[in-house]
T-cell receptor
């Protein structure tokens, strides 16, 4: 079956522009996570949703970053007024559920490589 | 804050030898510890996990051990093969006020030399 998909796979933008990154989770997966992964580093938590509700946004670096999942499926991570330090791989992951404690495997997408010039 | 430390950052072994990667975590409430393998150009993929009520788990050539008292866990790969070459990440689950997330280690680049 289809895994987690992300688009675009690569995005090059100029400093100051807004970008929107899309994540399409595995069908039926309740929980959706956004991570940022710098080169040579592990994924860094940004935010997560259960259904359409944003449960935790403690990892968003500042108020230029926002995310939504209006219908509980596809999610969009938006970065406003991009800066060069925003350049990174942005990864999305989804899991079947979160209930029953905590043991649900997260399936990762291929990521969007963002480069801010 | 919550933190997961991972060592070593790079590891080279001869084919057929064993490889061990170690992680420590800071949040004593963490109770689920997955290990992910990331190949070049791909997203991380779960290879094995362990829950806090278990001290060791094995799946063919891969095993994970957990010491909750010391707050550390390790990945063991035996009889390494060239296709084991990749970056490996450990993670620890963090759960607060009904939310749930992973904190990842910084990764170990494993090279298996033929």
């Amino acid at each position: 079956g289809a895994g987690v998909s992300q688009s675009p796979r690569y995005k090059v933008t100029k400093r100051g522009q807004d970008v929107a990154l899309r994540c399409d989770p595995i069908s039926g997966h309740v929980s959706l996570y956004w991570y940022r992964q710098a080169l040579g580093q592990g994924p860094e938590f940004l935010t997560y949703f259960n259904y359409e509700a944003q449960q935790d946004k403690s990892g968003l670096p500042n108020d230029r970053f926002s995310a939504e999942r209006p219908e509980g499926s596809i999610s969009t991570l938006t970065i406003q007024r991009t800066e060069q330090r925003d350049s990174a791989m942005y990864r999305c992951a989804s899991s079947l559920d979160w209930r029953g404690g905590l043991y649900n495997e997260q399936f990762f997408g291929p990521g969007t490589r963002l480069t801010v010039l | 804050g919550e933190n997961v430390e991972q060592h070593p950052s790079t590891l080279s072994v001869q084919e057929g030898d064993s490889a061990v990667i170690k992680c420590t975590y800071s949040d004593s409430a963490s109770n689920y510890f997955p290990w992910y393998k990331q190949e070049l150009g791909k997203g991380p993929q779960l290879i094995i996990d362990i829950r806090s009520n278990v001290g060791e788990k094995k799946d063919q050539r891969i095993a994970v051990t957990l010491n909750k008292t010391a707050k550390h866990f390790s990945l063991h790969i035996t009889e390494t093969q060239p296709e084991d070459s990749a970056v490996y990440f450990c993670a620890a689950s963090i759960s607060t006020s009904g939310t749930y997330k992973y904190i990842f280690g910084t990764g170990t680049r494993l090279k298996v030399l033929a």
